[in-house]
Nanobody, 121 residues
């Protein structure tokens, strides 16, 4: 089970940190990804991190502003979001995969319920 938290309302230029708490499985064995879905749009890849944390990947739209990380001792992943823009407004989902760390959402086996991020202009 994956549970996201940390979403909310923030002004443009502000920051938020999302958390993804894992339970019920060996979190450290799974690659983790963050995706987002804005109202009326397709689910969009944001970032991914390998099981060890040694490799990170970002969508061009968030590169340099967002940082993905994880703490396997706490079974928790994070998405630090800085310099937020109104176009970052979406429901953010964390996902886990035992074998994949790319941008194709269908290859992630496990998903959280999502947390809303709203950026006002």
């Amino acid at each position: 089970q994956l549970v996201e938290s940390g979403g909310g309302l923030v002004q443009a230029g502000g920051s938020l940190r999302l958390s993804c708490a894992a339970s019920g499985r060996t979190f450290s064995s799974y690659n983790m990804g963050w995706f987002r879905q804005a109202l009326g749009k397709e689910r969009e890849y944001v970032a991914a991190i390998s099981w060890s944390g040694s490799n990170t990947y970002y969508a061009d739209s968030v590169k340099g502003r967002f940082t993905i990380s994880r703490d396997n001792a706490k079974n928790t992943g994070y998405l630090q979001m800085n310099s937020l823009k109104p176009e970052d407004t979406a429901v953010y989902y964390c996902a886990a995969s035992s074998y994949y760390s790319g941008d194709y959402y269908a290859k992630y086996n496990y998903w959280g319920q999502g947390t809303q991020v709203t950026v006002s202009s």
